[in-house]
């Protein structure tokens, strides 16, 4: 079954304390990006990746890094966590430039409360 | 960048009724917006996208209209149901971009039975 995998799916952290967001999907999808959802924003994008070792910064890319050094998996990190970064986060996943529509595939999202 | 504006931020319609939720983007390169249905709790769900080259779709109680001059398209839902209720969003973007979506800022539909 096509997927896309966010783990974990909820998470409450500290001020400070270094946490991942893993994301894997398994269509070998070439672009593949992390969104944030906050009520009366809609989702922005954080960063996103168009193949192995290539990274762009989003709408918001401050206080997050990611990393892509596998097609498959594209995680999230928060060096730093803050208050200010507690939100729903969305991973997706779309094929690349062969795909004119761009039909994106969005994980099941991974709620992140920051105290 | 690309920015995405939508209207309304909260509908409420009697069941049976047509809802319609517009939105207006900024860059005239984008030439891809899919509208997208997020339950609560979920993920967002594809129901409909355009591209630039038509000026309107539909798919059963649901079409959705482009005016590239204008750089606004609008989301129709016809019949509705208590199940239409949900956030709606809009997106636009460039096709086969990697840059993917820009999300407008959504509309919470409320179907009243």
């Known amino acids: 079954e096509a997927q896309v995998t966010q783990n974990p799916r909820y998470l409450i952290t500290v001020t400070g304390k270094k946490l991942t967001v893993t994301c894997s999907q398994n269509?070998?999808?070439?672009?593949m990006s992390w969104y944030r959802q906050d009520p009366g924003l809609g989702l922005r994008q954080i960063y996103y990746?168009?193949?192995?070792?290539?990274?762009d910064k989003g709408d918001v890319p401050e206080g997050y890094k990611v990393s892509r050094k596998e097609k498959r998996n594209f995680p999230l990190i928060l060096e730093s966590p803050s208050p200010n970064q507690t939100s729903l986060y969305f991973c997706?996943?779309?094929?690349?430039?062969?795909?004119?529509?761009?039909?994106?595939?969005f994980g099941e999202g991974s709620w992140l409360t920051v105290v | 960048g690309e920015n995405v504006e939508q209207h309304p931020s909260t509908l409420s319609v009697q069941e049976g009724d047509s809802a319609v939720i517009k939105c207006t983007y900024s860059?005239?390169?984008?030439?891809?917006f899919p509208w997208y249905k997020q339950e609560l709790g979920k993920r967002p769900q594809l129901i409909i996208d355009?591209?630039?080259?038509?000026g309107e779709k539909k798919d059963q109680r649901i079409a959705v209209t482009l005016n590239k001059t204008a750089k606004h398209f609008s989301l129709h839902i016809t019949e509705t149901q208590p199940e239409d209720s949900a956030v709606y969003f809009c997106?636009?973007?460039?096709?086969?971009?990697?840059?993917?979506?820009?999300f407008g800022s959504g509309t919470q539909l409320t179907v009243l039975p």
């Open positions: 997706a996943s779309s094929l690349g430039p062969r795909n004119s529509g761009n039909t994106i595939y």
């Open positions: 269509m070998n999808h070439e672009y």
């Open positions: 990746s168009m193949n192995v070792e290539v990274t």
């Open positions: 860059d005239s390169a984008s030439n891809y």
């Open positions: 355009i591209r630039s080259n038509v």
């Open positions: 997106a636009a973007s460039i096709a086969g971009s990697a840059r993917q979506l820009t």
